[in-house]
């Protein structure tokens, strides 16, 4: 079972700031089958991108994914207010979904 | 527009089983490219993929929780329901009900969870 490796557990930055999150897998992964969540306090986490680089619809293009075999990276180019949330990766595969253990980003 | 509820008790005694359902709305779940699944998240941790259905009845689950866990669809109900057995506290958790849509990305087929119901919270206490 593939396991998702998430750094940093917490990223303290300032609004205007860019943001850099990172998801290793433990085995070369399809890129295709990687997807970033975004998590506020008591709400439902919320697509942001699919297949490791394509944006869900109404996401803000400061939302950015990159990355291949093992290594893949949320950008947010520009930190807004509402950007300050907890950010999980996710992984598909045939037989089972798993999910990286979050890297929250809070005001610095 | 697709939405979905998760409905179950609040409350689950230790040793007794847990069962969820999630209604979907606004949208049919017999869709061919769809998968369906749960997802938990217990207090201050983060998300746990539990299992996933596809409205054909082909499922698959997590591992850690197979010889507990029995998911199966209604299409006639448009629902999907869990039923996890002899709980314990470490089953207390927000439960999520989940569609995977299909995308094609650089003409290769992907997922993407991108309705998500709002959460039920479950605690296992006497």
């Known amino acids: 079972e593939i396991v998702l490796t998430q750094s940093p557990g917490t990223l303290s930055l300032s609004p205007g700031e860019r943001a850099t999150l990172s998801c290793r897998t433990s085995q070369t992964t399809d890129f295709n089958y990687v997807a970033w969540y975004q998590q506020k306090p008591g709400q439902a986490p919320r697509l942001l991108i699919y297949g490791a680089s394509s944006r869900a619809t109404g996401v803000p293009d400061r939302f950015s994914g990159s990355g291949s075999g093992t290594d893949f990276t949320l950008t947010i180019s520009r930190l807004e207010p509402e950007d300050f949330a907890v950010y999980y990766c996710?992984?598909?595969?045939?037989?089972?979904?798993?999910f990286g253990q979050g890297t929250k980003v809070e005001i610095e | 527009q697709l939405q979905l509820q998760e409905s179950g008790p609040g409350l689950v005694k230790p040793s007794e089983p847990l069962s969820l359902s999630c209604t979907v709305s606004?949208?049919?779940?017999?869709?061919?490219?769809?998968?369906w699944g749960w997802i938990r998240q217990p207090p201050g941790k983060g998300l746990t993929w539990i299992g996933t259905?596809?409205?054909?009845?082909?499922?698959f689950n997590n591992a850690s929780l197979q010889s507990r866990l029995t998911i199966s669809v209604d299409t006639s109900k448009n629902q999907f329901s869990l039923t996890l057995t002899s709980v314990t506290a470490a089953d207390t958790a927000v439960y999520f009900c989940?569609?995977?849509?299909?995308?094609?990305?650089?003409?290769?087929?992907?997922?993407?969870?991108?309705?998500w119901g709002q959460g039920t919270t479950v605690t296992v206490s006497s």
């Open positions: 989940v569609r995977a849509n299909y995308y094609i990305t650089y003409g290769q087929p992907t997922y993407g969870l991108d309705v």
């Open positions: 996710q992984h598909f595969s045939s037989s089972s979904w798993t």
């Open positions: 259905i596809h409205y054909t009845g082909s499922n």
């Open positions: 606004g949208g049919s779940i017999a869709s061919s490219t769809s998968y």
